[in-house]
């Protein structure tokens, strides 16, 4: 990734106040606060303090539009991704209910034919996160397994909005990431194979990563 090709970098999961800190001052762009109770990353009270340099997203998995727009307000959220089985019709109304946020659909992926969820959901949205398909979710959840689907098929993806690529990125990934040409991978998300125990990230870690993800 060139510098004039450089990607974006969410880190997903956060909650606790120096750890966001520490991970905002590696120059991330977003930072992900997950608002699902059944996640061992639940963030489920305001942290002491909040990024002031990358963008917030709030993570929803199957919330009620009620919900979503308080959590918009208490954390001052950039951006909403849907993690769970919301329609393109949810969508739409997220999307009137708050024109200016950043919307991002999750689509679990495990096939090519995969990929053809996203049409419904193109009006809508502002990025897609494409994300491993698991058999069994846990607790209903796709996502923080550490599993990766096959990034060939991001080959099938034909549409124009811009997808950010998550599900067991590790790091070792850096050049097998940087070496992927599709015109919209917009971006990464990072999770669980950065982490020293669940909602806490590994700085040196990431900061690692994120020198192999540049360096070229």
């Known amino acids: 990734m060139t510098a004039q090709h450089q990607r974006i970098v969410k880190v997903c999961g ?3 106040a120096d750890n966001i800190r ?3 001052a590696l120059g991330i762009q977003w930072m992900g606060f997950i608002f699902c109770p059944q ?3 639940h963030c489920a009270a305001l942290p002491a303090y909040l990024p002031q340099h990358c963008r917030r997203i709030g993570v ?3 919330a009620t539009l009620n919900d979503i727009m308080d959590r918009q307000q208490a954390f001052r959220l950039d951006g909403i991704q849907l993690h769970g089985h919301e329609t393109p019709e949810f969508c739409r109304q997220l999307r009137s209910a708050s024109a200016s946020v950043i ?3 999750m689509i679990p992926v495990a096939t090519a034919d995969d990929m053809q969820q996203t049409a419904a959901y193109a009006p809508y949205v502002d990025y897609f996160l ?4 698991l058999p069994a979710p846990t607790n209903g959840i796709n996502g923080g397994s550490g599993v990766q689907f096959d990034w060939d098929l991001l080959a099938h993806y034909h549409g124009t909005t811009p997808f950010l690529l998550t599900g067991g990125i590790t790091p070792d990934d850096a050049p097998r990431l940087r070496a992927i040409r599709h015109p919209q991978f917009a971006g990464i998300d990072l999770n669980s194979k950065f982490e020293s125990s ?3 990230k590994d700085v040196a870690l990431l900061r690692h990563f994120l020198h192999n993800l540049h360096e070229h």
Do not use: A, H, L, N
């Not at 494409?130 to 398909?133: L, N």
């Open 14 to 16: 956060m909650r606790d």
């Open 22 to 24: 520490q991970v905002e």
């Open 39 to 41: 996640s061992s990353r």
């Open 60 to 62: 929803f998995v199957d």
């Open 103 to 105: 919307i991002i659909k």
């Open 130 to 133: 494409f994300e491993t398909k």
């Open 198 to 200: 669940p909602g806490i």
